[in-house]
């Protein structure tokens, strides 16, 4: 066998060796998370809601609008600019990160994959020129278990009458425009059999729909969580986003889009942590030292680094595999296995900076305090981790069925 130098054309770029155009939009959103974010985070942190002057820079710089293409008004990026704009603002602050999360990887996402042109027509532009959107699923009895929904949409003329009461809805206060799931059977949901589900384009101002206020949180709190009430709401056919009783289907690969993009933000919560670490560790002294040279505090830190590097490759491989359009069932588990390597890896480090910066650290001025609190959202919100450890079992088993909308495949007879 004759072994032969490969051509630097040949061989495959390292998943975190970014193309010169991936790493200058790094460059832009990280400089923008510096001056536009990192000095408002604690006020809004401490209001509970986002400054109304970021979110319109946000618009005016091109963060609600990744993926939108020109034509629309949008950057014509595409889905691993959304991981890197994510991970970027969270780095700062993670509930403006979860707000473009939510605008970009859920709602214009599912709009670019399933919309009609008609509907790409009359909603993009509106994304890219100012609206935010929200993503409405989650109900009181319908969380990890997104086909419980109880929310009705029922046929009326042209169009649908929605009825129901959605809790928890991310970015609830700002958004102009909801996506909002309904059932539109009356399958009873089985394992095998999941309900009949639709998926509607809801305009905030349309009459019934009531958006509550937002509701206290311990972390993540400039980004608002609403309950949305739905009395009788009257919508057009042509606000259907795909093919009737199809919402499930619909849901589930968005949801995988959205493990993607809550994971991207949690990576870059642990960067940020593991960097204010860092920094301390390397400028206090105790005891005629630098407490960096201490091993006591370098192996922890040490040890953050490496799982952090690994969530960071997860989430960018499982970008590229939703991007490459992989089977579905090797898309889900990369998304549940991004979604807990990097819950679990932010929660570690946010923890340990507040114990390398000490009470600096338990402090409320400090931005790790805030971190610290932002990281526990991330082991529960877009699936629990046990969720994804269901998933990902059901997955590795050859019994694995069709797909729930939490990502999980229910067990059934057959091939995974």
């Not at 946000?58 to 629309?72: D, R």
Request: net charge negative.
């Amino acid at each position: 066998m004759t072994v032969t130098d490969p051509s630097p054309d040949t061989v495959p770029r390292p998943l975190t060796d970014l193309p010169p155009a991936a790493r200058a939009w790094r460059r832009t959103v990280r400089d923008f998370a510096h001056d536009h974010v990192a000095p408002r985070a604690r006020a809004m942190d401490e209001a509970g809601r986002l400054d109304g002057d970021l979110v319109r820079e946000l618009f005016a710089h091109g963060l609600m609008s990744i993926e939108i293409p020109e034509i629309y008004g949008g950057g014509a990026g595409d889905l691993f600019d959304v991981v890197l704009a994510i991970e970027e603002l969270a780095r700062v602050d993670p509930s403006v990160a979860v707000f473009v999360d939510v605008q970009n990887a859920l709602v214009a996402s599912a709009l670019l994959r399933h919309g009609s042109g008609d509907q790409k027509r009359r909603h993009l532009p509106r994304l890219a020129g100012g609206m935010a959107g929200a993503y409405a699923i989650s109900e009181e009895t319908a969380g990890s278990d997104a086909f419980a929904l109880t929310t009705r949409a029922d046929p009326d003329g042209d169009g649908f009458v929605l009825t129901g009461r959605k809790r928890w809805i991310t970015s609830a206060a700002e958004a102009g425009l909801f996506l909002v799931f309904a059932r539109t059977g009356t399958r009873p949901s089985t394992p095998a059999s999941p309900p009949a589900l639709s998926a509607f384009l809801v305009d905030r101002d349309t009459p019934g729909l009531t958006v509550g206020p937002p509701v206290p949180k311990m972390g993540i709190r400039a980004s608002s969580t609403c309950e949305l009430v739905l009395d009788e709401v009257r919508v057009k056919r042509a606000d259907l986003l795909g093919r009737p009783d199809d919402g499930g289907v619909l849901m589930v690969e968005t949801l995988d889009i959205g493990k993607l993009g809550i994971a991207a933000q949690l990576v870059g919560l642990a960067d940020g942590a593991l960097h204010h670490a860092l920094r301390h560790a390397e400028e206090r002294e105790q005891f005629g030292t630098r407490i960096w040279d201490y091993q006591g505090v370098q192996f922890p830190l040490a040890r953050l680094a490496a799982d952090l590097e690994a969530a960071r490759v997860l989430v960018y491989n499982t970008a590229r595999l939703l991007q490459a359009g992989a089977p579905q069932h090797e898309r889900i588990k990369a998304a549940s296995m991004a979604k807990y390597a990097a819950s679990a890896v932010a929660e570690r480090a946010a923890s340990q900076a507040v114990e390398t910066l000490g009470g600096a650290g338990f402090a409320g001025h400090h931005p790790v305090e805030k971190l610290y609190r932002d990281a526990k959202v991330g082991a529960i919100y877009e699936g629990t981790s046990n969720v994804q450890f269901k998933t990902i079992a059901s997955l590795l088993s050859r019994r694995s069925g069709p797909p729930e909308p939490d990502g999980t495949a229910a067990p059934a007879a057959g091939e995974g």
